[in-house]
């Protein structure tokens, strides 16, 4: 029951239809490759948020195979890239990974800790949701 759930959420924050507004690909969908430079004063641009958002859903992938070796980098977790569709490619593979993993993960695992992390699985499910919304919204706004 959880694991579907949590696919549904996962799915419908990523595709549509998203409660909130527009989906992931909806918003992504909307950048130019000019505008994939985009940032705000020192912050992160569009770009390197699109792949920060991907290391760490290959981060969750990995932990649900049980690679509890497996961590983000400084230079994996915001990478430098100039091609916008291959960054938003690789999110995309990286989300249809993910939701194959969730697929085959136990439910009754969810409870378990996380292999060197204090949370349990499904606390890591939830907050990758919760982390595409909140990198959502930054790339909404960085896309004014």
């Not at 649900?64 to 890239?81: C, I, M, Q, R, T």
């Not at 969810?110 to 919760?130: C, D, N, P, Q």
Request: charged residues 20%; proline residues 3%.
């Amino acid at each position: 029951m959880q694991i579907a759930l949590i696919k549904k959420y996962l799915e419908r924050v990523f595709n549509g239809p998203a409660w909130h507004g527009p989906s992931v690909i909806e918003t992504l969908n909307k950048i130019s490759q000019e505008q994939a430079g985009n940032s705000y004063k020192d912050s992160h641009s569009l770009i390197e948020i699109i792949g920060h958002m991907t290391a760490w859903r290959n981060f969750v992938i990995e932990r649900l195979k049980g690679n509890n070796d497996f961590d983000v980098s400084e230079e994996l977790n915001f990478p430098k890239s100039n091609d916008l569709a291959a960054a938003i490619a690789s999110l995309k593979g990286s989300q249809q990974t993910l939701i194959e993993c969730i697929t085959g993960f136990p439910e009754e695992r969810l409870r378990e800790k996380v292999g060197g992390r204090t949370y349990s699985f499904l606390a890591m499910l939830h907050g990758i949701i919760h982390h595409d919304l909140y990198h959502l919204g930054q790339i909404s706004l960085l896309n004014r």
